[in-house]
């Protein structure tokens, strides 16, 4: 872009900007950063400006940018949750393509800055990352760059095994449990203890109970009872980590001195972080900063199709009322195209999320005879109904609630299968790819895997259990993972999962992998 | 711009290097598994027949991000078809390693789960020949100085017009009328001329010879003569990357021997008897007419499946060590195809020969052609000052 066109880029940004509050766009004040390509793709490999460093954010750059060259795909905009809201431009669009992608750009922010899940998130997570990296290229100098990525390897192999939506108190650290156990004072009361209690009533699956008897899943005579309250659950290096230093060879701790989550627990990064007797305090450190920053990225995960499309809705919303130019408006057109078009067989989030957006407006705005029967809707609160959807939903909801029969057929989507070497049209009704979609979304997409048991078969090793819903975890991954969890939690490790409807514990001791089929 | 709430800004990001600095780390981790998969690389046929000019694509599968996730095989996915499928119908095929975008899925790409990297024979070849040399190599004569060109690598004040540094001499020239308050490359007077200088580049010449024998008949099939080829094909390929004056003589033989060229040595295929003696006949012969071992470091390879003529190899015992007598290293690679393992002949015979300097090699498979390589041009400590005398990896010589 050249400087008059960059004038004239915030000349026509001021313009939109307050066009876009007076349609109830509520964003953060902007920094746009006008960037080279490689700037962009490198932003967009680290999912931030500045963030530590790892080879595995190099492959992801150097495959933007190849992809980039190769002029196979371009990524047009990124935009960083954080207030200001910093969105990247790519010099190279043309002043047209910029324009649009300001527009899109603002909803983005206004989406930051009032869905419900990016509520808890840092809004200086841009410094808090930079700070990281500052503090991991400490330790690279330190400990060696060969012991940083090591860890990192294993650390953003879990990054994902986080729980982004804690309801309980995590479980406590070392001390205070032993200290509970030894008959410390008693805890307060709550009023939730009762909510509480229902986790642990609810909590594994009785089915899945029911058909492994004999696994370490069900609770072994001993055990404590459950307790709940709640509990600030201390920060990690610290007392633990110097602990952890001198106790290295203390293993196996005396009977008696069992050490579990008090019920199965979700954040495997924070439970290895806490309880690992093996990791010194600059490693808790690591993994704390890693899991942080996983729990940033997690609300995005969760929005993907909903954030999209409401940055398409509006960009289109904004665009349409704009003058322009018969040759602009060409431009804008195409590229709308561009963002908009169908992929063949896959889902492209922009669409689905634009049309689903669109659909609510029209219903809230003209329900349809049955919308307006049972759904008592008066008509005329389109507009209303958008902003509310944008800031109480996740994609899960999204889909499950306003994926209409209408809007599955007229995009025509369908469920697959494999069959063999074969990808096969399963079903093309409308629930089920309504209810397939949303079994997909559950979770960000990712399996869910808890901590069962911190002291498993009292020798200090750790068993992981995948909650099972149908979906079977991929293997090769899977058993090249384990090492992973081994390397953090320094004795063998044991994840239990249902392969092939058989109930399935996979073990690695750091040397070699087992399967036992329960 | 502040009530406007936005500020467009455009920084300067040239000292952002981070993407590229991890991008080489990334780069760096190919490679070393690729150092790891050598052994499977060094028999690849696209490689081998490649002529040494293709860029090779090497599935690596370590640098996969591994993570607990789901089998999108086993998954059910949602996608978005043209409107006339019906249940049961196939809309895409996995074929071998699917690419991105080919198989369905959400939004994600399931069925990629290994990484190729691209990379040149070069490349390849620099890794492979990482810490190989000749063996045992030693001064064999005055080392020779040879010219091998000119390097420019001095800029003086005077020379001849034709090496005029015209780059320099305006940045004088500018300098100098900035220095006067006018800056601009006008005029130029002469002592703002530059002039590139250059150095003879010299090289000590190795005296080196390597004598390839291969085993061309009828009992070496396929297999054999892929592998012996492979063999010779990086062998041909290191001496030439590394030691510019090498020479190589091939010599093919079934029950008779002759010297052929390069060309027909990859490509002819031959049969008949097998004598191994009338290899190294000619082997002794071309050393006795044309590499005087007092002046030449002399190697031999011989590749053979060990199918001898039986009265042959009493003879073949002889005449090896009659080699090893005038050799730097003598080298004996048998190929055995599984296939029809029988107790092989040659090799056991030379099981009796005990000498440091006769390497023996066995090949079953594919990947053995690297341990062969490395057995074959093991490079020993003291190997390292020799070489150094000799001036023995080509490079210019100061």
Known sequence: MTDRELLELERWTERLVRRARAEGLDFYEMRFEVVPADVLYSVGAYGMPTRFSHWSFGKAFHRMKTEYDYNLSRIYELVVNSDPCYAFLLDGNTLAQNKLVVAHVLAHSDFFKNNWRFAGTSHFMMDNMAAHAERIARYEFRYGKEAVERLLDAALALAEQVDPHPVGPPSKPDDEEQEARAGAPARPSTPYDDLWELDRLLGPSPEDQSRTPATPATPRPGRRPLQGRAVGFAPPGREAGRRAEGQRDSLPRPAGARRHPVRPEKDLLRFIMQHSEYLEAWQRDVLAMVREEALYFWPQIETKIMNEGWATYWHAVLMRDEELGEAEALEFARMHAGVVQPHRLQLNPYLLGWKIFQSIEARWEHPGEEDRTRLGLPGGQGREKIFEVRQLETDVGFIRNYLTRSLVEELHLVTLVRRGDEWQVESTGWQQVRDALAARLANGGIPVIVVEDGDYDGKGELLLRHQYDGQELDLHHLERTLPYVFELWGRPVHLLTVVEGKQTLFSYDGESHQRTVA | ?398
């Open chain 2, 1 to 398: 711009m502040r009530e406007a709430g936005f500020v467009i800004s455009r920084e300067d990001w040239s000292l952002h290097p981070k993407g590229r600095l991890d991008q080489a780390r990334h780069q760096q981790k190919v490679k070393e598994a690729i150092r790891r998969n050598l052994a499977d690389l060094v028999a690849e046929e696209s490689i081998i027949l490649s002529d040494g000019k293709k860029v090779v694509k090497v599935p690596i599968r370590t640098l996969e991000e591994y993570r607990f996730r789901f089998d999108p095989g086993k998954q059910r996915h949602v996608g978005q078809g043209s409107g006339d499928e019906r249940p049961g119908d196939v809309v895409a095929r996995e074929t071998g390693g699917s690419a991105p975008g080919r198989g369905p899925g959400a939004g994600d790409q399931p069925g990629i789960d290994y990484y190729e990297a691209e990379l040149s024979v070069d490349e390849l070849a620099e890794m492979i020949f990482e810490d190989l040399g000749l063996p045992n190599l030693q001064q064999k004569r005055k080392p020779e100085l040879v010219s091998t060109g000119h390097e420019f690598n001095d800029v003086r004040r005077h020379g001849a017009m034709a090496n005029l540094d015209k780059r320099r001499t305006l940045m004088e020239a500018f300098r100098r009328n900035a220095l006067r308050g006018r800056p601009a490359f006008h005029p130029i007077t002469p002592e703002d001329l530059r002039f590139k200088t250059w150095d003879e580049a010299l090289e000590m010449q190795a005296a080196a010879v390597v004598l390839a024998m291969m085993d061309t008949s009828g009992s070496m099939g396929t297999f054999e003569k892929y592998i012996a080829r492979s063999f010779y094909f990086w062998m041909v390929r290191f001496l030439r990357t590394r030691y510019r004056q090498v020479q190589i003589a091939f010599i093919a033989h079934d029950t008779r021997a002759r010297e052929v060229s390069e060309q027909e040595f990859f490509t002819k295929g031959e049969s008949g008897g097998t004598k191994c003696s009338s290899a190294y006949e000619l082997a002794l012969s071309l050393i006795q007419q044309r590499y005087p071992p007092d002046q030449y470091n002399i190697y031999a390879f011989h590749f053979s499946d060990g199918d001898n003529f039986p009265s042959d190899n009493a003879r073949c015992v002889k005449l090896v060590q009659e080699l090893l007598a005038c050799c730097s290293a003598v080298g004996y690679g048998e190929i055995v195809n599984s296939r029809y393992a029988t107790d092989s002949t040659l090799m056991s015979v030379y099981g009796k020969i005990d000498h440091p300097r006769f390497v023996r090699v066995t090949i079953r498979e594919k990947s053995d052609v690297y341990p062969a390589l490395r057995a074959f041009f093991r490079r020993q400590a003291t190997d390292l000052a020799a070489a150094a005398m000799v001036g023995a990896p080509a490079g210019p010589w100061r």
